[in-house]
């Protein structure tokens, strides 16, 4: 029995907050196959946290606090001293595993090597189909590590302005966007918002500095909340790559470091515009949360000439400001200091 299996059924409440600015928040804890995930009381999953970067961030006499990694201002505290001891021994087990030369790793159970079988013999035939089902078959914290690791071969900084992080917070929040981990900004050349694996949104300081309004920025963080997984740069990596990369890519669930550059540097690239449909879905969005779309649609048809003339809706007199002309500010001042 594998530390995981010991306590793979046990649960606790504990209180998470998702970054400094948010309140704390009475949540469910539990383990996914390779995940702790916090779930509200309706056992709808909030956010998934990859076992092998969880690290303890401060402990007092009745309780730990742990953070996703490092770096994060996320928190999650625990008081239950099952649960603690239970997250302390299979995230320091998930760390070695993780440490193991991949020869020592190599060995999966039958029914994989049972459904390596299977695919071969479909890549024979279907292997568009075959790329499509190994993006499809990466569990969600596996895609939220990959997400990570993408983000961290990502060469432009961080930007950690806190009063810029609330105001984003607020404008996702105004915008309906809610359930993903607050999106990472970072310093880069050019503009661009794109989906990781796993959900989380990266999106670069320029795009934030050339939004005319908070109602700008808003259409673009909904359009990246309507991203679907061919959206991603992993799904593209699949498409690029042979079968046999694929078939290794599906045993070993590993990347290389060259291919997550490239991830990385595939953000620069301008991409094409999004499909029309999408953008419709957007314009609902934003008129159901009456904020107005006029100036979101005149940025995305300067990015994206090719974009046929969108007619632009009437704005509602009840619209309201999303926010405050000095929390705006700060908003694109998020790379202050960085």
Known sequence: MTALD????????????ENEDEPWREVLVSFGNSSLVLSD??????THWALAAIVPAEETPHATRFAPDPESTELLEISDPEMITAIRTVTERARHRQSEPASRRSLKPFVYLLLLTVLVAGALYLPGVLRDRAFAMIPPERAALLGSDIAESYAGERCRYRPGHRGIAQIRQRAGVEGARAPLVVQAEKPFIARLPGGQTLL???LVEEAASPEALAGWLILADEYT???TVLFQLMHQKSTLEVLNFLFSGEIATADKRWMANAFATTPPPPNPLVIETVRARLAARNIP?????????????????????E???????MLTDQAWIAVQSICLGF
């Open 293 to 313: 779309e006029e100036d979101f649609l005149t940025h995305l048809q300067r990015r994206h000439p090719s974009l046929r003339l969108l007619r632009v809706a």
């Open 315 to 321: 704005p509602r007199k009840d619209a309201v400001d």
């Open 41 to 46: 009381f309706r056992e709808r999953a909030l």
């Open 204 to 206: 670069s300081a320029v």
């Open 229 to 231: 997984t061919k959206d």
């Open 6 to 17: 010991e306590y793979v059924r046990l649960e606790a409440t504990g209180l998470w907050r």
